[in-house]
Each structure stands twice: as C-alpha cells, then as structure tokens.
C-alpha cells in the first residue's frame, strides 16, 4: 500500500469508528475500535461477536435503584422503556469481590457484553451506579436500532475524591440548577459536589444559631443581580439528592477572609473593609465600586475582608456554624476555604486556621482549607489541603501544599490553569475570566498529571481532584454546562483513570475523539456543552 492510500484507509478507519462512537486503538500491533468511554476505564477489551441489541422488550434485572439509574439514561438517549424482570437482557448486580484484581476494590465494576446478555457488576452500589453511567455511553444507534458492542471492561477509580466545585454566592443558583449539576457530573463518575456558599458577595445557608447572615447578607450577587440563599430544608434536599447519586455535599463557609457578607448581618465580628492599590485595580479592570462598611458587595475584588481574629466572639461564630453546618452534613468533610486573605497578618492568619481547623476537627468532622493555610504552623493534623496554584507551583504554593502532606493529612488537585472551569475558552462565548494563564483550551485541561504538580507529592499524597467553577459571569444553569462541559470531562479522567502514560486511551489524541462521541448522548441528558472546535464532535 503506497502513502496516500494508507492515509486514506486510516483516515476512513478513523471516520468509521467516530461514526460509530468508537476510538481507534493499538491493540497487540493491530488497530481495532472500541467504544468510547469517557472517563478512561482500567481495561477494555472489545469483542469478537455481534452486538447486544437493545429494544422495548429487553428485560432489565436488577435492585430498583440500579434499574431505574439505568432505565433514565436508556429512555432519554434511546426513546426506549425497558421491561423489568428476570427475562433474557440486562443484569446488574453487586459482588463485594469486583475490583480487587484493579487493587482497588471500592467504586469498581465490570461489564461483560455479548449478543446475548448484558451483565454490569459492582463491587457496591457506587461501583454499579458508575458501571450504569458507562454502559449508557457505550449505547449506539445502528441505523433505526439501538446496540451496546460486544466488550468486556474492568474498571476502578485511582483516587478516592473525584470532585467539582459550584460557586454560588458570587452568583446564586438554586436547587433545581445544583440538582442537574450533580447529575451531569455524576455521570463522569464525580462523588463529590463542593459547594462554595459564602463569599463578601453574599451568605447563602440557613442557620438556626445565626439567623441574621440570611436575613441581612443574602440579597445580592456580582453585579447587582440578586441573591438567594437555600432553606435547611433546600439544603436537605441537595445531600439527599447528591445521596441518590454516590455524591457527598462539601459545603463551604470561607473565612477568615471573603467575609463582607459576615459583617452586614454581625458587624461587631468584621474588621473594616481594607482596600489595596492592587484591588483598585481589579475594581477599575471589572468594574464595581469600593467596599464600604454596612453596604452590600457586588464586586469582584477579592482580599479586603476580615473577620476579627482576636476576639473570641469570632470563636463563637465559627463554633456555631461548623457545629449547625456538621450536624446537617453527613460527608466527612467541612471546608473553611483559607484563602487570599490578604488583610490578615500572617501571623493573625495562623492562629484564625489553627483554631478554626480544630473547631471543625473536634466536631468529628475532617476540616479543608485552600493551601494558603499549609503555612500555619497550629493548623489541625487531620486537615487536607486544596490546591489551587498553577501547574508549575509560584511564590510558595508548593511548599504551603506540601505542608499538609507533611502532616499526615493529604491534597486535593485544583490547578487553576488546567482546570478552573470559569476561565474562557480560547473561542466560544463571553463568559469566564482569563486570570489563570487564560484562556484556557480543553487540550490544556487534559494534558497534565497528578502526581507531577506539587513537587514531592505522589498519588499517596494525593486524595483527589477537583473542578472548581466560579461564578462572577456565571448566572444561569445553561451558563455552568458551557463552561463545564467537556473540559469536566478532563479533569474526571485525571481523577479517576490510569496515570498518564500507564494506559494507551490516556492521551489527549484518544481523549479529544472519545469526548467528542459523547456528544448525542449528552445532548440527550440535557448537557448544553461548548461545541469546543478542538473536539471532532459526532453527530447522529
């Protein structure tokens, strides 16, 4: 075979396997197709015989909340209403042993395909949940039917924490906007749904203990938009909902600094706003007035706020609302955010993050502050840090990074250069920012490692990672699924599949045409994604 002719086979090769929603793979020495399964699975194996076809009589057997995961993602991306049963078809089932070949036993599953049968098998609940989510992706249409190839695929998660992050008090979003973010993010087999509900823009949760921070601090956004904040009832509502799907709730109360908000429901607790030349200017780069003492916020300038760190009613405040927040969540986690306080001394900060993290440590919960907190010497051992410098560390992120390792405890991945989903896009709408080394493509999302960014730190040292999405231009559900999707789907592979260079599906090559193929069902699941020109999208 000449050159041109060899390019043409591949290139049609190539097309056929998109077309099909398939990625082109080595396997052995030979290039054969297998379907494509965002993020990355442990193994796929494709097989030799003919696909299961999927109609209106295939029987799905399986506990309820398994067959009606499965039975959503089928009807939305098929029309098709599964029958239930013991007939011939679908088993989904759980076996405590699944995994443990992949070393790691939780959250795991396996899928075998034949024309026959079709069998999904989870180490536990959440390694069926997630097995559900990748048998929906390997759904294709086959002229006016419906198949799921023959394959076989051996999964398991590499980190624990696979999260992502909604800011909602720079922008309020509510229950119905967070209910589908957990379920698009759930289905990239994230567990984990940060919720970032306190900012100098505005408090965002009821509490008992302080009813003022809703009543006075609550009613305003970036922009002057309005505000909002959710009922103990709404915020049941989202844990629950998360629950149903393998996802924890993280929520989020940022101090000592992003506290503007605090002092206009208990000023006595707030020091004055202290505005820097550099802040002025990010007021005249993005617009906004000055913050003034008693006046709602609704810039974008960050670091002039302060709570009073020698005051012990501040104690009292932080005791109050961990203690209300801890008995309301029943994930591990409770986030006191640590960051950019940039009108607190060092040495103020240090001792605000050493008694705040043991306010939330002796509550039974596991305190996590950003990394800026690693350089408090008195910070609680159990806290695990949240990194969000850049891919290369500067001025110090690193060594405040590593310091939590340092104490035992452990970092969860943020790099705001890869993925803070809030940063624009190369092309594509005028949403997002571009302050961290923007804008930023899906390919740069993609292509980086774990274990190469803080130095000295290994997976042992890594508990995951996580996608945050800020919201100063951020004020609608179909705004959060642009800027989301498909770089979400990135930063899932970096926490949940092989290291890069352990497997041949991680690499941005097979990434950019695997992602593209998700695009019918997406579309299907109500996911407005950025039709980002890096992506050669597949189209039925």
């Not at 299961?52 to 039975?71: G, K, M, P």
């Not at 026959?116 to 048998?135: E, I």
């Amino acid at each position: 075979m000449n050159r041109r002719r060899g390019r043409a086979a591949a290139a049609a090769v190539l097309a056929a396997a998109l077309l099909a929603g398939c990625t082109p793979v080595a396997q052995n020495g030979d290039t054969v197709s297998l379907p494509a399964v965002v993020p990355a699975p442990v193994s796929i194996e494709a097989g030799t015989g003919a696909p299961f076809r999927l109609t209106s009589a295939t029987a799905v057997n399986a506990e309820a909340d398994a067959a009606a995961a499965l039975s959503a993602i089928v009807e939305a991306r098929t029309g098709l209403t599964l029958a239930s049963g013991d007939g011939a078809g679908i088993e989904l089932r759980i076996d405590p042993s699944t995994g443990s070949g992949a070393g790691n036993a939780a959250e795991s599953y396996r899928i075998a395909v034949d024309e026959a049968s079709v069998s999904v098998t989870g180490a536990d609940a959440a390694g069926l949940f997630y097995g559900v989510q990748t048998l929906g992706q390997l759904i294709a249409r086959d002229g006016d039917e419906w198949t799921v190839p023959a394959v076989t695929i051996e999964d398991a998660p590499r980190f624990a924490y696979r999260g992502v992050m909604l800011d909602v008090a720079r922008h309020f979003h509510p229950v119905e906007t967070v209910k589908a973010y957990i379920d698009h993010a759930a289905s990239l087999k994230f567990n984990a749904l940060h919720l970032h509900l306190t900012d100098d823009q505005g408090w965002r949760i009821q509490l008992d203990s302080r009813p003022e921070l809703t009543e006075k601090a609550s009613g305003t956004s970036v922009g002057g938009d309005p505000g909002g904040f959710y009922t103990k009832d709404d915020y049941r509502g989202i844990v629950e909902y998360a629950a149903s799907r393998h996802m924890i709730v993280v929520p989020e109360i940022d101090m000592p600094g992003h506290t503007h908000a605090v002092g206009l429901a208990y000023p006595e607790l707030a020091e004055d706003p202290s505005v820097s030349d550099h802040m002025r200017e990010i007021i005249r780069d993005y617009g906004g007035d000055e913050p003034r003492v008693g006046a709602p916020y609704d810039g974008m300038a960050v670091g002039f706020s302060s709570l009073k760190i020698h005051d012990e009613a501040t104690y009292d405040f932080v005791a109050d609302v961990f203690g209300e927040l801890a008995a309301m969540t029943p994930g591990p986690y409770l986030h006191f955010g640590g960051d950019e306080s940039l009108s607190t001394t060092d040495e103020d900060f240090a001792e605000f993050v050493a008694r705040a993290s043991e306010i939330i440590a002796d509550l039974g919960k596991t305190p996590v502050a950003w990394h800026e907190a690693g350089a408090a010497a008195g910070i609680a051992d159990t806290t695990v840090g949240q990194y969000w410098g850049f891919l290369t560390p500067q001025e110090g992120a690193a060594e405040k990074a590593t310091a939590f390792v340092d104490n035992g405890a452990q970092l969860i991945l943020s790099p705001a250069d890869a993925i803070y989903l809030d940063m624009k896009y190369p092309t594509g709408p005028e949403l997002g920012l571009t302050w961290a080394n923007g804008p930023t493509s899906v390919e740069r999302a993609y292509s980086w490692e774990p274990s190469d960014v803080v130095p000295g730190v290994d997976d042992s040292g890594i508990l995951g990672v996580e996608a945050p999405l800020w919201t100063e231009t951020i004020r609608t559900s179909a705004d959060i699924d642009t800027m989301a999707f498909p770089r979400a789907a990135a930063a899932a592979e970096a926490a949940w599949s092989p290291a890069t260079g352990a497997s041949d599906l991680r690499t941005w090559a097979s990434f950019r045409e695997r992602v593209g193929a998700l695009g019918p069902l997406w579309t299907s699941m109500g996911i407005g994604f950025h039709p980002s020109e890096e992506i050669p999208w597949v189209t039925e």
